[in-house]
């Protein structure tokens, strides 16, 4: 064989090579993105931990970008999206790019940088809407409308001055509510991590002197319809021996959240972005909410995450949406999957009904006993449903939802937003 033959041989093979191992990065990279799309984190977490070397530069800070945020490092995960946004545009495709402006407007709303949140749902209205359902458009005109309102408003801050614990009430729907008090008025209002903002009615907000900020934004109310809805901004709340300066709220009027059927007009919720910035919270099987000054300790590696503002527990090398809300634990198809030996020997398949403001609902699935291991003890919840016809954002991903019958079984529960762990002692 001739030198050129050698030569022009050895550049096809170096070629070939290079063409290789760019699928395989590629295709990796893909691999590490469909578990994140699909909510699996701890498992991306677990591989990426594994074969970060094998992505891209490129790849493995989009990659970081997404675990940092929904484990709660809000500042690292802009950080990281910025140097791509500014750098590597060129690199990504667009469906990645709108992830990730996606990703920091929900950074930006737990950071309480409102001004940052109505840049980046400009950019994705002007640069991604092609990307975009008409829903999703709407969503986001809607969104631009709460952040242009707030974007000259301070930042909530939250002051703990000594360990809190302070007794829960009960109201007549059977919901948790803490005692708030501003303007040197009091009241209960529900709390609901589950709630994008803390909510409250107009003759409330007026009665504790909210700074009301003339703006209409459509929001889905509690009743099932959509209305209208203004915000506010509060000075002070207290709770406890806890201060909460600048929270924001929705504000509903008094109708809006009234059940006149039953005599229940709800004053107000606080949501997320209240209870998220104490850091931690615990809650006691005697009904104690409890706030300590000083975090927890935490042993073992993390086990919760959040997708938004949905909590994630990890157990049994498991992945659960874990809801403090939920009266019972429901388990999704995954399970059964994983059980279905033993599940189709013990349990014949039924309907299963539950209740809820919009009726009766049906599913296909089983009644079983469920019995798992988690901190060490031994469970055993009877009569626990398992649905087979789930919505598919929870059949596909999550082998079931943790709810109040597991969650009591124990005499504490810690959620911890900053180390980002449950525990239950």
């Not at 530069?57 to 675990?67: C, D, G, N, R, S």
């Not at 009301?212 to 002070?236: N, R």
């Not at 009234?258 to 104490?278: D, K, N, S």
């Not at 498991?318 to 429901?330: L, S, V």
Request: hydrophobic share 35%.
């Amino acid at each position: 064989m001739t030198t050129t033959n050698k030569l022009i041989l050895f550049i096809t093979m170096l070629s070939t090579g290079i063409t290789v191992f760019g699928q395989s990065e590629k295709d990796k990279f893909n691999q590490m993105y469909d578990l994140l799309r699909h909510k699996s984190f701890f498992e991306a977490k677990n591989r990426y931990a594994d074969g970060k070397r094998q992505l891209s530069p490129v790849h493995q800070i989009f990659t970081e970008a997404y675990l940092d945020n929904v484990f709660n490092r809000l500042n690292e995960s802009n950080e990281k999206i910025k140097r791509l946004t500014e750098n590597n545009t060129r690199q990504l495709p667009d469906s990645l790019l709108l992830r990730l402006y996606e990703i920091k407007e929900d950074n930006s709303l737990k950071l309480f940088e409102y001004k940052e949140a109505k840049n980046t749902v400009e950019t994705i209205l002007k640069k991604y809407v092609s990307l975009l359902s008409t829903e999703e458009i709407e969503d986001y005109k809607n969104n631009l409308k709460i952040w242009s309102a707030l974007e000259k408003e301070p930042k909530q801050q939250v002051v703990i001055k000594e360990d809190n614990r302070i007794k829960i009430n009960k109201d007549k729907a059977g919901l948790d509510n803490l005692k708030i008090t501003a303007n040197k008025d009091s009241l209960d209002f529900i709390f609901d991590t589950g709630a994008n903002l803390s909510t409250t009615i107009k003759s409330v907000a007026k009665r504790l002197n909210m700074k009301i900020i003339p703006v209409s934004i459509e929001v889905g109310a509690i009743t099932g319809k959509k209305v209208i809805a203004q915000l506010a901004v509060c000075d002070k709340i207290t709770i406890g021996n806890i201060e909460i300066r600048n929270a924001v709220f929705l504000v509903f009027n008094d109708e809006d959240l009234a059940f006149p059927q039953i005599g229940y007009q709800i004053y107000g919720i606080l949501g997320f972005p209240v209870i998220e910035a104490f850091k931690e919270i615990q809650i006691s099987k005697e009904g104690y909410f409890i706030v300590p000054k000083t975090e927890t300790e935490l042993t073992g590696a993390s086990n919760m995450a959040m997708d938004k503002l949905t909590p994630f527990i990890y157990i049994e090398n498991k992945q659960y949406t874990f809801d403090t809300g939920a009266n019972k634990t429901i388990l999704y198809t995954p399970y059964y999957l994983a059980n279905q030996q033993e599940i189709d020997a013990k349990y014949k398949k039924t309907t299963l009904r539950f209740g809820g403001a919009g009726g009766i609902e049906t599913h296909e699935g089983f009644s079983i006993n469920y019995t798992p291991e988690l901190f060490g003890k031994k469970i055993s919840l009877e009569e626990t449903s398992l649905i087979l016809d789930a919505p598919a954002d929870k059949s596909k991903y999550f082998y079931g939802n943790i709810g109040q019958d597991l969650i009591k079984k124990f005499d504490k529960l810690t959620l911890n937003f900053h180390k980002m762990f449950i525990r239950l002692d």
